[in-house]
């Protein structure tokens, strides 16, 4: 049974008055410390062993005599030895009995079950707990279903792969990391074919993942990844704000695209077939003609899924989209959370943010202002789940 409302509300009622901002420590941690700290609140990572020095030693809190800080945006580290541990039930009573806000990210999805986070995690999560599961594309109710039922354009899907007659994408994940992709282009069923034999063969995809891939047609165009937010402290139609654009570097694709071809065709056969793991992201501004365009996609977005998982999106999310030839926008994938790039403007604020709050406003701490202000109002129900 999915944790209800009630058993939040319930939580909540212990909580203290400034309570902790707690983030998996991978994704946008570092995004979701720095706008805790901006606006007073204590910062608190979940990290794996091994992989905690980051947030424990470079980015920790550093403070002066007088206990003020100078240095660093992450005040405390819990480490556990798989981040999935984080879910038992003795650690989720140290997060209660800290006070802690979980604010999601694609690790926290990624490393705890999603059957947990429904219905066994009893900790108040700063955002929409039921619409994660949507980005399992293997989910019968995943992103697509809730895109068409918003109205939203998406790449078109392709049946099977005989059915490919154009450059189409085959999405699925990675054979060994199983986190990260296994995408790869084909034109034609036959391309299909022989590019599946070489990636079975490198280790990248695992034949037994095929029959669960989408195949979609490919959009020649620029990505553009759309960082919202969405307020149900405001009124509905102030609650919609886009706080920045930010786009995918993503493993050895963007060495080879700046190869010129000639040298591209010189590369081993194997080298040839990109990999889209993403390792990294850049920040956009878009063609304001678009904005309008964006913020039609956000609008339809947030009342879908107000129906298809009440009480709808909460936060921050992103709709990872194209232009195409004719300058319209085909969503691609979505993040019902903090999205991956948004580390990219942290402290110094996303660009659409800014103009918007007059303030250097980072999605971050965007999230922390929501918190505050829902402290301030008596109203943090509404914005955790």
Known sequence: MPVSSEAIRAVLAGYPRRPILAVVGSHSALDVADGAVAEGFPSLVLAQSGRAATYARYYRTVRGADGARWRGCVDDVWTYPKFADLAAPASQERLRSAGALLV???????????????????????????????????ERRNYYALLEAAGIRTPRAVPGPEAIERLSMVKLPHATRRLERGFFTAASPAEYHAKVDRLVARGTIARADLDAARIEEYILGPVFNFNFF????APREDGLELLGVDER???????????????????????????????????????????????????RFVDASRSWAPPGILGPFCLQSCVDAAGHLAVFDVAARIGGGTNVHLALGHPYGNALWRSPMSTGRRIAVEVRRALDEGRLPEVVT
């Open 104 to 138: 999601p990210n694609r690790a926290l999805s990624s490393y705890v079950p999603l059957e947990t986070i429904e219905s066994d995690l009893r900790v108040p999560i700063v955002g929409s707990r039921a619409l994660l599961r949507i980005e399992e594309r293997s």
């Open 249 to 299: 570097r993503e493993s050895n694709l963007d060495g080879l695209v700046r190869l010129p071809a000639a040298q591209q065709l010189e590369l081993p056969e194997a080298e040839r077939i990109p990999e889209y793991t993403v390792v990294g992201h850049g920040t956009l501004t878009v063609r304001e003609s678009l904005l309008e365009e964006a913020f039609a996609l956000g609008e």
């Open 230 to 233: 969405f307020s149900p402290l």
